[in-house]
């Protein structure tokens, strides 16, 4: 069953956007009294009845709802440093998305080579990955921020740094998740976090781990982090 965006819902029917009703129509090809799925990036599943089949303005009727759908009982923030390659930086998204994650925020680190991000594709991206693994809350994108700026933000629940760096002490998530539900994974660039960076972290109440004995991506580690919440909470 195909599965569409519709943040504006209200009542017993809704119009999709123009992209939206033309995917439904034009490129689905779905028609008049074909059932569909729908949902609105707050956590509401819905499913509905094509009534008019409009390639620009799509109305689906309203037959039922489930509320706080696959609601998961944690909430993730992903900080990670944007990829040189966009391409990997896009796939990141959409992996991560897909696992399952409420923020994304891009922070610039000191080894970072890329300083800003495609924030169309990238929102684009997100609700695509949201569709496809039938997920009814949207992932927030937040503004690129500097490393120091973001982890000196006063945020409750656990802050953990993934580093390979053996100067300093790390431990597992499994020997340092609790059941938390908030929980911020800093996830650094390609040439990892400085010295200062990570002690830096530490100070302001940061958890050092590791991702296991590989050396690891900024795409494959961050969807390592999230999935290792994931699967810790199954």
Same mark, same amino acid.
């Given at each position: 069953?195909?599965?569409?965006?519709?943040?504006?819902?209200?009542?017993?029917?809704?119009?999709?956007?123009?992209?939206?009703?033309?995917?439904?129509?034009?490129?689905?090809?779905?028609?008049?009294?074909?059932?569909?799925?729908?949902i609105d990036g707050?956590?509401?599943?819905? !499913?509905?009845?094509?009534?008019?089949?409009? *390639?620009?303005?799509?109305?689906?009727?309203?037959?039922?709802?489930?509320?706080?759908?696959?609601?998961?009982?944690?909430?993730?923030?992903?900080?990670?440093? *944007?990829?040189?390659? *966009?391409?990997?930086?896009?796939?990141?998204? !959409?992996?991560?998305?897909?696992?399952?994650?409420? !923020?994304?925020?891009?922070?610039?680190?000191?080894?970072?080579?890329?300083?800003?991000?495609?924030?169309?594709?990238?929102?684009?991206?997100?609700?695509?990955?949201?569709?496809?693994?039938?997920?009814?809350? /949207?992932?927030?994108?937040? *503004?690129?921020?500097?490393?120091?700026?973001?982890?000196?933000?006063?945020?409750?629940? /656990?802050?953990?740094?993934?580093?390979?760096?053996?100067?300093?002490?790390?431990?597992?998530?499994?020997?340092?998740?609790?059941?938390?539900?908030?929980?911020?994974?800093?996830?650094?660039? !390609?040439?990892?976090f400085t010295g200062?960076?990570?002690?830096?972290?530490?100070?302001?109440?940061?958890?050092?781990v590791h991702l296991?004995?590989?050396?690891?991506?900024?795409?494959?580690?961050?969807?390592?982090?999230? /999935?290792?919440?994931?699967?810790?909470?199954?």
């Amino acid at each position: 069953m195909q599965v569409f965006y519709a943040p504006d819902i209200s009542g017993n029917s809704c119009v999709l956007d123009e992209n939206e009703s033309r995917h439904c129509a034009k490129v689905l090809r779905l028609c008049k009294s074909d059932i569909v799925k729908l949902i609105d990036g707050k956590g509401n599943l819905y !499913e509905g009845v094509i009534i008019e089949p409009n *390639p620009k303005a799509c109305v689906i009727n309203i037959n039922n709802v489930i509320k706080d759908y696959q609601q998961r009982p944690y909430r993730l923030h992903l900080v990670v440093s *944007p990829l040189k390659n *966009p391409e990997r930086f896009d796939w990141l998204i !959409e992996k991560c998305v897909e696992i399952g994650v409420d !923020e994304i925020t891009p922070v610039i680190c000191n080894k970072t080579e890329k300083m800003s991000i495609r924030k169309e594709r990238v929102e684009s991206i997100i609700i695509s990955a949201m569709k496809q693994s039938l997920k009814a809350t /949207l992932t927030v994108l937040n *503004p690129v921020t500097g490393f120091r700026e973001m982890i000196s933000q006063n945020r409750s629940g /656990l802050k953990l740094i993934a580093h390979c760096s053996d100067k300093y002490e790390r431990k597992s998530i499994m020997q340092v998740y609790k059941g938390e539900k908030e929980i911020l994974f800093l996830i650094g660039p !390609e040439g990892d976090f400085t010295g200062d960076e990570i002690q830096e972290a530490v100070s302001k109440g940061f958890v050092s781990v590791h991702l296991g004995s590989s050396r690891l991506r900024t795409e494959t580690a961050a969807i390592a982090a999230c /999935l290792s919440i994931y699967l810790l909470n199954q």
